[in-house]
């Protein structure tokens, strides 16, 4: 009997041998990316922007992911809705600028228009016997952390509020809420998601292939993030940055797609943040007495990743556009109140994570190109590798 | 067991739901597309061109859509054929130029030479159990009404014969077969070809959508159809356009692909054309008498609509290109003996469908964008859409 | 039951008509095209280029094909090595620039670092249980032929020695051992690789499409080969060019992939070598003591052709992009000797199958576009296609 693909990719997930390499299907069959966007980027929690987005009532912008799209908005309670960007009628994309301020959402296809908080309003010449009620825009769901914005488009959302509650504390004095977007930038890579996702979750490749990050980062070192890790902790300690970790990813997770991570490492002697001379950037977020030289690895669910330096947050995602087609997607906040020229440098702050994505993009490409090869067969993980698997975990208990 | 897209689609016909428009598997699967060509487009009758094309002996032009390709030609004997532009030996493309003038067609690969009415004249080292005869040109099924040109590449085309005979009397005195092309333009669309034909079945979008084409068509609203239809009737009897209207269209059809529709609905006043001022933009065609300020929409087979204004008809085909390309494709035809020039001005003629068509190209691009969600639920169709389902009825008929 | 693609393929293969070209299926289907890959290209001998191209140690140049990629190597014992170009790791690409020198080859992702012999070297951060012996980068089989190189990725390669020990004495005095790259040319074809590659093997279409070939070749015309054959032998054995041809093809072939094909053709009168004006191109090859006037069909394996003039080799492959993407590759072989300007002129040399490319190119692309038809019907071979039925069963015998 023929076996289709996904029927391949479920034997391939029996066979999986613990601590290698996926198999090259899963990076290369059609079926597998259309089964990737509607069983797990659908049913996980995706971090979309930071609630100075939509600060006034009105305010909203899209968040387009393989052919999925997601209206994000203040409605008039003030509330922030998330809103599946199709219409109820014959399926037309409802809203078609990337963000602006609205009244109401009309379809530009035949005028059916929806509230802010997606219900419908009318149902021109659709008969005596039509209920608007029945047709309001498909709710998504939203989770707001800190001010991050998180959207999941299936009802049944993995439950995060557990894990982020143990989070609450320790990310509090980076006052998150009042974070500002000062920068935006997209590199796309002809590579399957999952290739982009798995670069960014190991350091194993930071000292061959990002120079730039290996001059002032420990993490590309195990040895030499323990050597520095005291002085940093008395550091943290002065300037106001709480000591402990958080591993809830793996087999720690409190439920599938509800990981949660925080751990700061050392940046090397010289450096107090992620900057080209070790200088600060910008000045200290939140309540932070100054710069501690540290740097926080913070995972949010499976799909969200951050980088937080004592003066500013880089946020990170892996935005499939097609089986070999992925934008990693980059934003750089600074604290509200920070003005571009007088407190930071745009072009400094951006540098690193610009070249390193450079770097990303090419490696990521040449990882695609040999996965596609119908002899590669998947090697064993090193030791600095040991989030993979635990991706994989995940990503097997819910594809 | 698994189930292939084409099963797939099986049980979703099964499934649909009566009023509603079709599910997203119909406009995203590769193999329903394939099935399309193959068994919709293939076996229906598609309007190809206008007999003035093929005026002379030998005289042909080329119709393309899907990886089809048809050859259409005027035979010695005077007769307009159609042939399979294929090679019968190794398959090559037999006619590259889209049109022209032949003695004969010469394959480009290896010289087998067809006569213009499709019989192979030799097989060069083809050993003597050999059968020219055997190897012809594959002949496609011609059918000319009133000089438009169909064409159906299956052997048992569906039997317009009997629906083309009621329609006749309504168009005689438009003189269809005495038209000439004016123009002809093609916008290509990114969506499959039955969004493309569906947002030409219904005019509900009209008046969200197109500003100018319901500035002046009271297609756009029912009840001004019936406002404006008496006085309408009065002119059309003046000037000697018949009265009658013709559905035999969904259930009415008289076979499955046999449909055909002839309807009239008036202009608003002040405009006796489709034009951007109201007033005339070519002489009255055939045997009328002045501008009635009416528009016909007619409609024949499943695949081939028209719109006939007083003074022009324009043509409509929604041809597929690939799973989601399609170039809407338009011809201006007005009276055989007008001049440009003279008697019309292109660019004034050519305006309303050019802008109205640049609409279309916006709202079906992002009809498809939104029907690609994963998420996307088909809707119910409104009272002005109701030409949609018939549409669905022959489709599920012939797939 | 629904059937998978390969399905559809192995009962085309069971009904297929002997003298008949092939069905559609197996130039449109994504599935064949991937087995096409895995299970023929992966298997069979490919001609990748000669020994003068990794003369010195470390020399190295890559072969790409399909998704794969062969890292072709001399290593520090001067043993002309090949290595699949995919990390035994993750499966990145090791080998990016196209050609170069290498100590060793470092990947580009975690700096996995394998010798010339492909030997992993280290496994850093890899624990104490790893063994670098067991990820050496995959062997892939090397076989020389008077200086030509072939690869194949099979471990259980197609037996060619019996074969290419009958060819040896044929070619011998061409010495091909000592010829050089004169220029390399790549030809993008928008077609499967299989329509490329039968253009090759017949000279049927050569009358009709290749008019500057057919002024000097005479194997356009089987009558015209015999005409001039006799004077032909006289001047081969004048020059010492041996008399024998060797047909190790189709039933003959001494195993599945092992085909072997010499035989010599004259020229026309007038022409010495295949140039524009008949004049010799260069000096004569090897041991040869004139030009004879002949051009010899080489074929070894199924997949790597060649045209010996007396005074240049001009070598061609078929070379697999994607599903309908292929690029001819022809490589100009002169004497290893001979200098560009004073021996030999790039231009007049590279002419004859630079504009006979670009006719094929155009004729395969025709020829790709009528196939793609749902409604080609593969039509009878010629007695001038005979060796097209010989590649046929080679393919069926290994897919």
Redo the contacts between chains.
């Keep these: 009997?023929?076996?289709?693909d996904?029927?391949v990719m479920r034997d391939l997930m029996d066979a999986q041998r613990k601590g290698f390499?996926l198999p090259?299907h899963f990076y290369t069959s059609q079926a597998v990316y259309?089964n990737d966007?509607?069983t797990f980027w659908?049913r996980n929690w995706i971090w979309v922007g930071h609630v100075s987005q939509v600060a006034e009532l009105g305010d909203y912008f899209l968040f387009d992911y393989?052919?999925?799209?997601i209206i994000i908005v203040r409605d008039r309670e003030g509330e922030v809705r998330a809103h599946?960007?199709?219409?109820?009628?014959?399926?037309?994309?409802?809203c078609?600028e990337q963000k602006g301020k609205a009244r109401n959402f009309?379809c530009?296809?035949?005028?059916w228009t929806f509230d802010l908080n997606g219900k419908l309003r009318n149902?021109?010449?659709?008969?005596s016997d039509?209920d608007p009620g029945q047709?309001g825009l498909?709710p998504v769901q939203v989770q707001i952390f800190q001010g991050l914005i998180f959207v999941c488009?299936a009802e049944d959302a993995p439950p995060l509020d557990a894990a982020l509650e143990r989070l609450a504390p320790l990310s509090k004095p980076f006052d998150f809420e009042n974070l500002k977007v000062a920068h935006e930038a997209s590199y796309p890579v002809p590579a399957n998601w999952k290739l982009a996702l798995?670069n960014y979750l190991e350091c194993?490749?930071c000292?061959?292939?990002h120079q730039d990050y290996s001059r002032s980062h420990s993490l590309k070192d195990?040895a030499q993030v323990l050597e520095f890790g005291g002085a940093l902790h008395e550091r943290m300690g002065e300037v106001g940055v709480p000591l402990e970790e958080l591993d809830l990813t793996g087999e720690n997770a409190l439920a599938p797609g509800a990981d949660v991570y925080w751990r700061r490492y050392p940046l090397f002697p010289g450096y107090v943040t992620g900057s080209k001379d070790g200088a600060p950037l910008a000045p200290p977020l939140g309540e932070l007495k100054g710069h501690d030289g540290g740097a926080t690895d913070l995972g949010i669910g499976t799909l969200n990743y951050f980088l937080v330096y004592a003066d500013h947050v880089v946020g990170y995602r892996f935005v499939p556009r097609a089986l070999q087609e992925t934008d990693i997607q980059i934003v750089w906040y600074v604290r509200g109140d920070a003005q571009e020229g007088r407190d930071y440098d745009k072009d400094a702050l951006t540098w690193l994570w610009h070249v390193t994505s450079l770097d990303d993009e090419?490696?990521i490409r040449?990882?695609q190109?040999?996965?596609?090869?119908?002899?590669?067969?998947?090697?064993?993980?090193?030791?600095?590798e040991w989030s993979i698997p635990g991706f994989y975990r995940n990503y097997f208990s819910m594809i």
Tied chains: 1, 2, 3.
């Design positions: 009997m023929p076996k289709d996904l029927q390499a090259r259309e966007i509607s659908n393989g052919p999925e799209s599946l960007n199709v219409c109820r009628h014959r399926g037309s994309r409802v078609i009309i530009p296809y035949h005028a149902g021109r010449s659709m008969g039509f047709y498909f488009a798995e194993y490749h000292a061959p292939s195990p090419r490696i040449h990882n190109e040999g996965v596609n090869s119908h002899q590669f067969v998947p090697g064993p993980l090193s030791e600095m």
